[in-house]
């Protein structure tokens, strides 16, 4: 039996619904590890897949008699842990629909939310939430749960929940779920790069057909596999992750605070690993600037065992033996060096996945020369199931790998990439039409330019609603070139603007540690570095002026997703006086080299 055959059998037995997953599980696994929890620092509290689910059961039937009716739309509001997963599979068995929310989403943006939604219920972290939602929405709560009520009398105990309604649960046998295939499982919303974001309904059949490319994607991991859930699980990536690991019985660890994942990962010890490429970029510039620390010969032994790595991986991905004296230079690089830069993710990590934004080359490739291939994989808000996925046993850096199972890809005239598949959307939110980016034979166009290879691997060239213009009419993909721009050290961000202009001009935003050896110098040295690392790139892409900034961009500021997506309109917006400054001196400098520093010294403009 083929290992999507198997997987499609879970599923058929589970009922395609999330609830019957997480029953079919128990039946088979009840004594194994399911979830740990994080109780004190370092320590870990197990959960068992048949706790789980009696957890679950008890749940449900307290929410029902809350008076949760199937089809109303309940809000979760908490940080990863056990309680985030208890609720939403405790809603879904109730035949409600969960909405992740985003306790760091801008308050006007949940306020919407909670309008489109309609919400009859909430489960929040703690009461003073509630002052995100706006009066008309509190009205219509039926009930608010808190993890820590805090004496509130407005929330009902979480934990009071599920210690009350124990006998209520047990007596309810196999009728404990209302969960049926084709009824409303979630609603997700769009990351609002370009826009505000919409909502998407999606069903349980429809989330079970994503877990089903995913597991099929993935054949490796079984029951002793440690996985990570550091996300915020308000958002669908880590949310599949979780719900893919009840399929295969592997282990979840909860870290609540995104900010300590690397305190807490090595003692983990994942056996695979997911993040977006902000992580993944973080984490290589803290790699540099540990070994920059290291005494002259042990950095040169360092140098040594990369490029020895790096020959290693490249030999590889391209299928090429290597002779007896470069295995055995390999096998010492990686006893001195590789290794334990790989065990700072623990010592079981085989792989680690990528989403949400392309990775640059260059990354991808420096941590397959330590053993830790990076393998992407592609999505849409409006297809639940991926578009593409690399996999452990076939893929192309640089390419965001082959379509999944239950996506089919092609190309538009113009080279957008159009999806089709059941895990496609047929609208959003209170659209009484299909949108109009969805074709009469059920292709979505999904907004990305992109090519296809012989292979069926996908590459991403850039997103249509990026794209601009130059004043000499070249076309202009931001993400190629800020890919490139971003490997110079002490950069936080690249962002490229110049709709309109000759040539593209860039934001630098420097790091704190870049900013603290000393602003100017900083600015002068990151000058000097990005213009090297712009040759590369043909001479229309190259920015003709730099902007650096020693402010981070924020969520806050609405210039990033809560998956640290880039808001680029918004980022021109809130920039746009020392972005009309940096264009003022190109115009007057006539193509001579220039250098200037805004009146509050925040900014500093440069040709490069």
């Known amino acids: 039996m083929t290992e999507h055959r198997a997987a499609e059998s879970v599923l058929e037995e589970a009922g395609w619904t999330i609830p019957g997953l997480l029953q079919w599980r128990c039946a088979r696994t009840p004594d194994l590890p399911a979830l740990w929890d994080m109780v004190a620092p370092e320590r870990w509290e197990r959960t068992t897949w048949s706790e789980y ?44 629909v969960v909405i992740g929310l985003d306790p760091h989403g801008l308050d006007e943006q949940l306020r919407e939310i909670a309008e489109r939604c309609e919400f009859t219920g909430l489960v929040l972290a703690h009461p003073s939430q509630l002052t995100k939602f706006g009066e008309e929405a509190r009205g219509r709560l039926r009930f608010v749960v808190s993890l820590d009520p805090d004496g509130d009398p407005r929330v009902i105990d979480f934990q009071g929940l599920l210690t009350v309604s124990a006998s209520d649960g047990e007596s309810m046998g196999n009728d404990w779920h209302l969960a049926r295939p084709d009824a409303p499982a979630t609603i997700i919303f769009t990351s609002g790069t370009t826009g505000e974001p919409k909502g998407i309904e999606y069903s349980h059949r429809q989330v079970c057909l994503a877990v089903l490319a995913i597991l099929s994607a993935f054949p490796n991991v079984d029951p002793s596999c440690r996985l990570v859930c550091w996300l915020p699980l308000a958002q669908l990536f880590q ?7 009840i399929g295969r019985g592997a282990q979840t660890y909860y870290v609540p605070d995104p900010r300590q994942i690397m305190q807490h990962i090595g003692r983990i010890a994942p056996h695979l690993f997911i993040g977006v490429p902000r992580f993944y970029e973080k ?11 290291q005494p002259a010969w042990r950095q040169s032994i360092v140098r040594w065992a990369m490029a020895i790595g790096n020959r290693h991986a490249a030999s590889s991905r391209e299928g090429c033996p290597q002779d007896f004296i470069s295995r055995m230079a390999f096998a010492l690089a990686d006893r001195l060096v590789l290794r334990k830069l790989r065990d700072i993710l623990g010592p079981n990590l085989q792989f680690m996945i990528s989403g949400s934004a392309p990775m640059p080359l260059w990354l991808l490739e420096q941590f397959h020369a330590m053993g830790l291939p990076i393998l992407e994989a592609y999505g849409i808000s409006e297809n639940i199931i991926p578009n593409t996925l690399n996999r452990p046993d076939a893929f192309r850096f640089g390419t965001v790998g082959r379509p999944a199972l239950g996506s089919e890809l092609r190309l538009a005239a113009d080279g957008e990439l159009l999806v089709r598949g059941a895990g496609v959307f047929d609208g959003y939110l209170g659209q009484r039409t299909p949108p109009a980016s969805l074709d009469a034979e059920g292709f979505l166009a999904t907004g990305d330019f992109g090519s296809i290879d012989a292979d069926g691997y996908v590459t991403l060239s850039g997103r249509k609603a990026e ?26 961000y690249a962002v490229v603007f110049g709709a309109a202009r000759p040539q593209p001009v860039v934001l630098l935003v420097i ?32 920015p003709a002026g730099l902007l650096l900034s020693s402010r981070l961009l924020s969520i806050a500021h609405g210039e990033l997703t809560p998956n640290l997506k880039l808001r680029r309109p918004t980022i ?3 920039h746009a006086h020392p972005l009309q400054e940096l264009y003022s001196h190109l115009d007057t400098a006539g193509g001579q080299p220039f250098t200037a520093w805004s009146d509050d010294r925040q900014f500093y403009y440069c040709s490069a």
């Open 53 to 96: 689910s009696r957890a679950v059961v008890r749940l449900s039937a307290a929410i029902r008699r809350l008076g949760l009716l199937p089809g109303e739309r309940i809000g979760i509001m908490a940080p990863s842990g056990k309680e985030w997963d208890f609720a939403q599979l405790a809603i879904l068995a109730g035949g409600g």
């Open 239 to 245: 949310r599949m992750i979780n719900l893919s690991a």
């Open 283 to 293: 984490l290589h510039t803290g790699i540099q600037q540990a070994i920059r620390k």
């Open 467 to 492: 794209i601009f213009k130059t004043s000499t009419g070249r076309r202009i993909a931001p993400v190629a070139i800020e890919s490139i721009l971003q490997q110079v050290p002490g950069l936080e």
């Open 511 to 542: 790091n704190e540690e870049t900013w603290q050896a000393g602003l100017q110098d900083s600015f002068k040295t990151t000058r000097a570095a990005l213009v090297v690392a712009a040759k590369v790139l043909p001479a229309y892409q190259r």
């Open 572 to 574: 021109e917006t809130t």
